[in-house]
Nanobody, 124 residues
Framework: VQLQASGGGLVQAGGSLRLSCAAT????????VGWFRQAPGKEREFVAS????????YYTDSVKGRFTISRDNAKNTVYLQLNSLKPEDTAVYYC??????????????????WGQGTLVTVSS
C-alpha cells in the first residue's frame, strides 16, 4: 500500500488544520493506521493511532483533547484533526499503516508502510 499525507501548512497558535492520509494500492480497511511527527532536532514520536474499524483510538498525552484521529474506509483515507495548535506541535507529520491486525500500535517499529510526511508549522 502507498500512503500520501497532505494538509499541512502554516497556522497561528490556537488555529486548526486537518491532515489526510490517502492510501492506494491495496485495501486500506485492513490496516491499523498511525500518525507520527518529527520536530526539528528531535526523534520521531507517536501522535495517534486508529484501529481498522475506527472503534479504537490512542493518543499521546500532549495532544489528547486537541487532536482527533478518524477514518473513512470507503475513501481509503485517515484524518487527523488538529485543533488548538501550539508552537510545540510544529513538526513533519507522517502517517503509517500496520498490517498485523492487532490493536493500533504506538511503536513505530510495528508499522510497515509510511507516507512521505507533511509539514505543520505553528507560529506564536
Amino acid at each position: 500500500v502507498q500512503l500520501q499525507a497532505s494538509g499541512g501548512g502554516l497556522v497561528q497558535a490556537g488555529g486548526s488544520l486537518r491532515l489526510s492520509c490517502a492510501a492506494t494500492g491495496r485495501t486500506f480497511s485492513i490496516y491499523d493506521v498511525g500518525w507520527f511527527r518529527q520536530a526539528p532536532g528531535k526523534e520521531r514520536e507517536f501522535v495517534a493511532s486508529i484501529s481498522v474499524s475506527g472503534g479504537i483510538t490512542y493518543y499521546t498525552d500532549s495532544v489528547k483533547g486537541r487532536f482527533t484521529i478518524s477514518r473513512d474506509n470507503a475513501k481509503n483515507t485517515v484524518y487527523l484533526q488538529l485543533n488548538s495548535l501550539k508552537p510545540e506541535d510544529t513538526a513533519v507529520y507522517y502517517c503509517a499503516a500496520d498490517r498485523r491486525g492487532l490493536l493500533p500500535a504506538r511503536n513505530q517499529d510495528d508499522y510497515d508502510y509510511w507516507g512521505q510526511g507533511t509539514l505543520v508549522t505553528v507560529s506564536s
